[in-house]
């Protein structure tokens, strides 16, 4: 069992930025995928960065340009570093690896941007 703990959320300010942290319990090296989502009030979770194997990267178009997701094997830890900040970008962030053909997810970040 993984267990995945975030930090890093909070309230900032419009055009301002975050660096979001998860933390796995076991080595993430071998995991499929790594990445984050998020989930908006009333609104479907939606992927936001993953890392898939061989190093693929993918991000959600919304945070193009705006986002860099980073695995870091040494420390089990993925970052997530936000720029540029919206209000669109309120909710919920949640930490997600896929190992062992399961999926783990954290309890999530609450990340509040204001206008």
């Known amino acids: 069992q993984v267990q995945l703990v975030e930090s890093g959320g909070g309230l900032v300010q419009a055009g301002g930025s975050l660096r979001l942290s998860c933390a796995a319990s076991?080595?993430?090296?071998?995991?499929?995928?790594v990445g984050w989502y998020r989930q908006a009030p009333g609104k479907q979770r939606e992927m936001v960065a993953v890392?898939?194997?061989?190093?693929?990267?993918r991000y959600a178009d919304s945070v193009k340009g705006r986002s860099t997701i980073v695995r870091d094997n040494a420390e089990n830890t993925v970052y997530l570093q936000m720029t540029s900040l919206k209000p669109d970008d309120t909710a919920v962030y949640y930490c997600?690896?896929?190992?062992?053909?399961?999926?783990?997810w954290g309890q999530g970040t609450q990340v509040t941007v204001s206008s």
């Open positions: 997600a690896v896929a190992k062992r053909l399961k999926w783990y």
């Open positions: 076991e080595s993430i090296s071998s995991a499929n995928v």
């Open positions: 890392i898939e194997s061989g190093g693929i990267t």
